[in-house]
């Protein structure tokens, strides 16, 4: 690194510039700016990309889970070329911090950190995320439960990161990330186990969308 920032110092600034970077809240923003709503006060209550896709339709829904996405992908992907894989995944475990309390929104409840997440593992390991993924897809077709698809595939992160051989923090970050995704998705569960979680609709009711 030459006559540059030690190491810790390096990553600290990586790992700060990560959790600005996913404290940006898109799914509020964008609903404030294109519908005039402020989207806390429908579904879930969250920021993030499905409470959006329910509420407001694939379009914008599609647009917050690609920016989110984005938002975990750009710091972990920068900190990994510059550093490695350690600072990789505290860049993007920093954004995943900052989506679920973003600094933006005076640290109020943000969104369930799955896309970020899975951003920020394309950018330090992009086959465990591609595996992950694809993982989130199966369940999702097979359920329609994107909590459910979630969980799961947030689980597979290590078990993939460690048949792909991938080293430690990897799958430190995959161990991490599946209690993160569960934690967060913990009222989910308890629908899911009473029967009343209720399935995604890639298009809204004709109520809804009234």
């Known amino acids: 690194m030459g006559g540059g920032l030690p190491d810790p110092a390096l990553i600290a600034l990586l790992a700060a510039a990560g959790y600005l970077a996913g404290s ?3 799914g509020y923003w964008l609903v404030r700016l294109l519908k005039h709503d402020d989207i806390r006060r429908h579904g879930s209550g969250n920021v993030g990309a499905t ?9 914008l829904g599609l647009t917050v889970m690609l920016l989110d996405v984005l938002k975990g992908f750009a ?5 990994t070329l510059l550093t490695g894989e350690l600072a990789g995944v505290l860049a993007g475990g920093a954004a995943m911090l900052g989506h679920w309390r973003p600094a933006f929104m005076g640290f109020a409840k943000g ?26 897809i199966l369940f999702f077709v097979l359920s329609r439960y994107a909590s459910a698809s979630s969980i799961a595939a947030a689980a597979s992160i290590p078990l993939f990161a460690w048949l792909l051989g991938e080293p430690w923090p990897v799958i430190g970050f995959g161990l991490g990330a599946a209690v993160a995704v569960a934690v967060l998705h913990r009222a989910n569960v308890r629908r899911l186990l009473a029967g009343t979680e209720s399935r995604f609709e890639l298009r809204r009711r004709a109520a809804a969308a009234r």
């Open 111 to 136: 969104g369930k950190t799955v896309a970020t997440a899975g951003g920020a593992l394309l950018g330090v390991a992009p086959l465990v995320g591609l595996a992950s993924f694809g993982l989130w």
């Open 51 to 59: 409470n959006v896709w329910r509420i407001h339709g694939r379009r």
């Open 75 to 79: 710091p972990a992907l920068a900190a």
């Open 24 to 26: 940006v809240p898109f």
